[in-house]
């Protein structure tokens, strides 16, 4: 099955926007694609099938009862520009082959996997479209409601993409995009909490001026001024536990060789899973923004564009978790999530849980990205072990 599973991501992955790329941004025409291939894996499987108005692919595996609870697995379909065949869609596929291995077996719950249509912001700037009508918080805006329309959908009736009230949780198989469990040698760990996210640009402003003819001690230089605060958010960073803060992009202007830089602005990205540690942090390297400024005879602001707060995953559902992973034999870690995923939407509306793949090489929104094939054997192995204490649990 773990081959099969990893076959299917790989297969998925040429369902794209740009050939020779994985590029599949929310209910673009590939989208349709995936929504096909994925529903006859899914009615395999025994499930019932179904787009919400959202555009996220719904399918059912009823259980023994009509009026049962329903438990969710569920990621997203979309991708970043030139990304990889297993972010997001793993959870997706994984879902699927997990029900597969119940061989026709009804549990006393009912179980739905969610591919859901957007979680990475790509096509308008709004991410989690699909996650957010599904916790009844749709986003509202005319772009989204027109593609909506243009994939065969009514946006009119985005209410109905609503979970049901009656809900036991959420379960989210995940790569974990970075290097942790690799470099620990395990195939799977529980996730705690995901990371709050601060995001911001931030400006300095000096003056241009020529580069020739300008002594260094009459300088107002905008350029001199950031790189001397992008030296402090690194050690800012590095002093604190947990704490990553990363300057990602920066444009310079007139952004001539011979114009010494009057304007240079840059993103702040601050992340910690503790929002005690991550908003004084962010208050820190602004103070020290405002105060090189100063001292260097320039202007420093900052405009916000993501004050996300860190979500903690549910405590019972992740005990489940941990206790699923020791049955079935491997070794029981946790850790924080540093990217952001739908369970943290979700976890607004129900119980929300997380279970990490190991990512190869740390490497993720790549084409090399990979899964190993004995761990998405240890995942499934740990997510039988799961659903069988979830039965447990409601007799």
């Excluded at 090399?368 to 799961?386: K, M, R």
Aim: glycine share 10%; with cysteine.
């Amino acid at each position: 099955m773990e081959r099969e599973v990893i076959a299917r991501c790989r297969s998925l992955a040429a369902c794209t926007e740009e050939p020779g790329y994985i590029t599949r941004t929310f209910l673009s025409e590939p989208m349709h694609a995936v929504h096909t291939i994925l529903q006859a894996w899914m009615e395999q499987a025994g499930m019932s099938v179904w787009v919400d108005a959202a555009g996220n692919l719904r399918g059912r595996y009823a259980a023994r009862e009509a009026d049962a609870p329903c438990f969710y697995i569920g990621s997203h379909l979309d991708t970043v520009p030139h990304g990889g065949a297993f972010d997001g869609l793993l959870g997706v596929v994984m879902g699927i082959a997990l029900l597969d291995l119940l061989a026709g077996r009804r549990l006393q719950f009912h179980v739905e996997v969610v591919g859901f249509s957007e979680e990475e912001g790509v096509r308008f700037g709004i991410p989690f479209i699909g996650s957010r009508a599904f916790i009844g918080d749709p986003v509202c805006d005319p772009r989204v409601d027109a593609a909506i329309r243009a994939f065969g959908l009514d946006p009119s009736r985005i209410g109905d993409a609503r979970a049901s009230d009656n809900v036991l949780g959420y379960l989210e198989f995940h790569i974990e995009q970075g290097p942790v469990l690799e470099e620990r040698g395990l195939p799977v760990t529980v996730v705690q909490a995901i990371a709050g996210q601060s995001r911001s640009e931030v400006l300095f402003r000096g003056q241009s001026n020529h580069a020739g003819t300008t002594p260094m001690h009459l300088r107002r230089d905008a350029l001199a001024g950031m790189a001397e605060w992008i030296g402090a958010v690194e050690r800012e960073a590095g002093a604190t536990p947990g704490l990553v803060a990363t300057v990602g992009r920066i444009g310079v202007e007139p952004g001539a060789t011979n114009v010494i830089p009057g304007t240079a602005r840059a993103s702040l990205d601050v992340r910690h899973a503790a929002d005690s540690a991550r908003k004084p942090a962010v208050e820190r390297l602004l103070e020290c923004g405002g105060q090189i400024a100063a001292r260097r005879g320039l202007g420093f602001s900052c405009s916000w564009q993501l004050d996300q707060p860190a979500v903690a995953m549910d405590p019972g559902l992740s005990q489940m978790l941990e206790c699923a992973i020791a049955a079935a034999g491997y070794p029981v870690h946790r850790m924080m999530s540093g990217a952001g995923h739908d369970a943290m939407i979700v976890a607004r509306r129900m119980p929300a849980a997380m279970l990490f793949l190991r990512s190869p090489g740390g490497i993720s929104h790549h084409p090399d990205e990979a899964v190993l094939e004995g761990d998405v054997t240890a995942a499934l192995s740990v997510a039988i072990e799961f659903l069988e204490q979830l039965e447990a649990h409601l007799a």
